[in-house]
């Protein structure tokens, strides 16, 4: 890994914003400000493992490719993403940002962001009137970029404020289910202007999703629960690319895995990795800990829960807090819920049985942990500093549909990945090149 390791990351946007006092100069919304050196440190130490987007920051600081740009994200206010901001600036972009998510904010980032003089509405529990408080505030920059985890800022855009659609060049979206919300729209006729899904890069859905996804999971149940994986029956509901992390990891750990899935090559590739498969109606009276991650609403519902067993443990690491129907457990449960420890709520049963809900059934890896670890979102936000570059130079002539980033660009974030891991590769010879293109020579 030592080679990935960057020295001298500098503070967030050191010396820029203020001194430009364009629109990042625009008033923040955050916790507290006393937190910014602490942000600072962390914001730092992620920058360490950030190589692939920090030689995107040196091209953009030469280039300016994003000069004049206004960006307004709705992002996971975490340390990586203040590189990702810290980025766009340095393409001479100005950027707001507020959370895609009112749990998943890291209120030092949020300071330390805010004290470089970035423009940033989020803080960590917001409700849901104030979380669209803030999407409102940064689009109030008049946005010609927009950059989404979950398409919220699109779909206000194409709601409360359409006034400001002719203005947008294009936006960016980070997750599948951002991007299959936009999917829809696009199908509907009614998407208003070009999206990059950002998540359908190979660099991005192979490494973010499973890599990122199955590693930080596990993290967010162990730090809210420190309970022993192994040993256990973990249920993973959904065996796409996070699911397929989750599960990796579970069973790393020594979980005995299940898997429950309604797409049947995904159930068989289940199976064949060598996990049971079976409907959550069975799998539910075996689990242990149940972590759902399919995108999809009541994957966990009051059937599963009637059957589970005492003290049985629930996470969502998908997209949006549907994947648990909570509502249905408030009904089912004697208590309505109540907190035991931070991010842990018990429901007690009128069968006696307890089932214990994490971080209130929203992402568990940010609302526990820190989401995934730097080094994946290098590579993911490597995507998105491309995007949004593509987008200021090209979004004009792009057709209102939801685009993938060139193929190039994933070569490019490989390469020079594998590089910063100083990890060498074959090359095709010229009578291999020749031979690959042809079809004359058989057997
Ligand atoms: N926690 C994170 O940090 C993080 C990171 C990336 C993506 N996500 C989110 O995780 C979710 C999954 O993303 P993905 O990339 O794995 O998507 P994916 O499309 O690759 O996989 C989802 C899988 O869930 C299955 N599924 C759908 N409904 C189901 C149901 N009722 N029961 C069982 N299985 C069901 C689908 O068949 C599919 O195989 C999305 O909401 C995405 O936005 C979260």
């Not at 999703?209 to 162990?222: A, E, F, K, P, V």
């Not at 049985?312 to 994947?323: D, K, L, P, Q, R």
């Not at 842990?344 to 214990?356: H, I, N, Y």
């Not at 979102?377 to 570059?389: G, I």
Request: proline share 3%; net charge positive; hydrophobic share 40%.
């Amino acid at each position: 890994m030592a080679g990935a390791v960057l020295e001298g990351a500098e503070a967030v946007g050191k010396g820029s914003a203020r001194k430009r006092g364009e629109v990042s100069a625009m008033k923040s919304d955050i916790t507290n400000p006393k937190l910014a050196a602490a942000g600072q440190a962390r914001v730092d130490w992620a920058g360490r493992f950030m190589p692939v987007l920090a030689q995107i920051r040196e091209r953009f600081e030469k280039e300016r490719p994003l000069k004049g740009i206004r960006i307004a994200a709705c992002l996971h206010v975490t340390t990586e993403t203040a590189q990702l901001m810290r980025t766009l600036k340095a393409g001479g972009a100005d950027v707001a940002l507020c959370a895609s998510n009112p749990l998943s904010t890291q209120d030092d980032t949020a300071a330390a962001l805010a004290a470089a003089g970035f423009s940033v509405h989020a803080r960590r529990g917001e409700d849901n009137k104030t979380y669209y408080k803030h999407i409102d505030s940064v689009l109030d920059m008049k946005p010609q970029v927009t950059m989404d985890d979950g398409a919220d800022l699109v779909s206000r855009l194409h709601t409360e404020r359409r006034d400001l659609v002719p203005g947008v060049l294009g936006s960016t979206e980070e997750t599948t289910t951002g991007v299959i919300r936009l999917k829809a729209l696009e199908q509907q006729k009614k998407l208003l202007f070009p999206v990059i899904a950002v998540n359908d890069s190979q660099t991005k859905f192979m490494f973010d999703n499973r890599y990122g996804t199955g590693q930080s999971t596990l993290d967010g149940i162990l730090r809210a629960t420190n309970i022993l994986i192994a040993g256990s029956v973990v249920v993973v509901c959904g065996y796409g690319w996070c699911g397929r992390g989750v599960a990796m990891r579970a069973k790393g750990f020594g979980a005995h895995v299940i898997v429950c899935e309604v797409e049947p090559v995904r159930a068989l590739e289940a199976a064949m990795d060598g996990f049971e498969v079976m409907p959550i109606a069975q799998a539910a009276a075996k689990g242990d800990l149940f972590v759902s991650v399919t995108g999809d609403a009541k994957v966990i519902s009051e059937a599963a829960f009637k059957r589970m067993k005492d003290g049985a443990i629930v996470a969502n690491s998908g997209h949006f807090n549907v994947e648990v129907d909570l509502e249905a457990l408030k009904k089912l449960s004697k208590n309505g819920g109540r907190t035991i420890k931070p991010e842990v709520e018990e429901f007690e049963l009128r069968s006696g049985r307890r089932v214990l809900v994490l971080a209130g059934g929203r992402l568990v890896n940010l609302s526990c942990a820190e989401g995934h670890p730097a080094e994946v979102m290098d590579m993911s936000f490597a995507n998105q500093a491309l995007a949004a570059e593509w987008l200021a130079k090209s979004g004009k002539t792009l057709a209102p549909k939801v685009h993938r980033l060139p193929e190039k660009f994933d070569r490019q974030i490989a390469a020079l990945k594998l590089k910063a891991k100083g990890i060498q590769i074959d090359r095709l010879t010229a009578e291999q090149k020749h031979y690959l293109s042809s079809w004359e020579a058989g057997t």
